[in-house]
């Protein structure tokens, strides 16, 4: 399977509509029925336009799969499911050119600028994505599918029989959980057959003095606001986008965002500085001729026509001041710092930080108690350092009982 091409057919379409945002188009331009069904029930349980797209995304990656197979969707087995998931450990991803770079591609310059997949970088030690598959998107999409499946069964769909993605075989016979204790946290037991194991990531944050210097190449006063907003408020990148001018309190240093999950509105404390930042950034595009109303965007672009930042345009520009330090730090790692910011204060009770980060479980705040990397080489090279210092200076051994040791003292020094 290693060596089956997955033609680039097909795609997930974006309609405008909001009762339907997206659709899946099949490889002759069909709208895909099944899927269109399966993404009006998830947004019918509050998913967001978010989901249904990643969601979709997955499906469609299943259904160029078939179409390469000649398989229809509802007659797929599990040979067909046992084959798509060793296909995706094995194949390499689809590359998409940008357009900007499509006459580079193969020039020296192009190549000796780029990384190699998969290198750590030298500044902050987090690979570049590799050719592959990443694990997590593996799993989400057997996790997507298994879902999309057991829809259909539900629903007695076509001449669907059997769900190609089981559970594991060890799994499916008992009751998830069955035997929970009462202290104890709720363990996934329903994992799917071709379900990889996802690896528990640890957090990274941003040192001060390599976010000093990021923070010393931004361009503009907009830029300099979003960042310190960012790393005092905890609050994740899309939602600080989404905030309207009448959302930020100066005087009460507090700015509203919607929540990711929840959809709540939420006001979160930030930094003095941000707001200094803040007020500069408008006064200078209040005076070019930005929108200014309770009503409008706190964000904008920098350029007319005047429109409201989105989430790819701040990443782009955090992207060119890490090229100045030569990291791939990202705009969630902003978060991860005042997460680590917060948590690591004595005086900050974790449940506050729980609160300001909205994290549903403890558990997941307790993670930014761990020492990050840098810390613990930190600390380790100090132990090495203090084991030499003694083994070029032992520390002689105390006198055996009987002796004086102000006679020793007299004889030997006062090293003793």
Do not use: C
Request: aromatic residues 10%; without cysteine.
């Amino acid at each position: 399977m290693k060596h089956l091409v997955v033609p680039d057919a097909g795609q997930l379409r974006v309609t405008g509509d909001p009762f339907e945002p997206y659709r899946l188009l099949d490889p002759d331009g069909r709208v895909v029925d099944a899927v269109s069904v399966f993404l009006a029930d998830l947004q019918a349980g509050g998913s967001p336009a978010t989901t249904l797209r990643s969601y979709g995304m997955d499906l469609l990656r299943w259904w160029r799969f078939l179409s390469a197979l000649g398989v229809r969707w509802d007659l797929a087995t599990r040979e067909e499911a046992r084959d798509f998931a060793r296909w995706m450990r094995l194949a390499d991803k689809p590359v998409r050119v940008h357009w900007r770079r499509r006459g580079q591609i193969g020039t020296p310059a192009a190549e000796s600028t780029k990384p190699a997949p998969g290198t750590p970088n030298a500044v902050t030690g987090k690979p570049s994505p590799g050719r592959k598959y990443a694990v997590s998107t593996q799993a989400h999409s057997e996790t997507v599918l298994r879902s999309f499946y057991d829809f259909h069964l539900e629903l007695g769909t076509g001449s669907l029989l059997i769900n190609p993605f089981p559970l594991d075989r060890s799994r499916r016979a008992t009751r998830a959980n069955a035997h929970h204790g009462p202290l104890e946290d709720f363990k996934a037991e329903r994992v799917g057959r071709y379900r990889p194991k996802v690896p528990k990531r640890v957090p990274r944050r941003i040192p001060d003095q390599d976010f000093d210097e990021i923070f010393a190449g931004l361009r503009s006063h907009r830029d300099r606001a979003l960042l310190v907003f960012w790393v005092s408020t905890g609050a994740r990148a899309e939602e600080l986008l989404g905030a309207l001018q009448h959302d930020a309190s100066p005087g009460q240093q507090l700015i509203k965002v919607i929540r990711k999950g929840t959809r709540d509105i939420q006001e979160l404390p930030a930094s003095s500085d941000a707001f200094v930042w803040l007020r500069l950034y408008q006064e200078e595009t209040w005076r070019r001729g930005a929108p200014r109303g309770r009503n409008e965007p706190l964000w904008w672009t920098l350029r007319r026509p005047w429109r409201p930042l989105n989430y790819h345009a701040a990443r782009k520009m955090f992207m060119r001041a890490n090229e100045l330090l030569g990291a791939n730090w990202t705009l969630h790692d902003l978060r991860h710092t005042a997460a680590y910011r917060l948590a690591r204060d004595p005086e900050m009770p974790l449940t506050h930080v729980q609160w300001i980060l909205a994290h549903k479980y403890l558990t997941t705040t307790q993670l930014y108690l761990n020492p990050s990397q840098d810390e613990v080489i930190s600390s380790v090279l100090a132990h090495h350092a203090r084991q030499e210092r003694r083994r070029e200076d032992p520390v002689p051994a105390p006198p055996a009982p009987g002796y004086n040791p102000a006679s020793l003292s007299n004889l030997f020094g006062e090293r003793l």
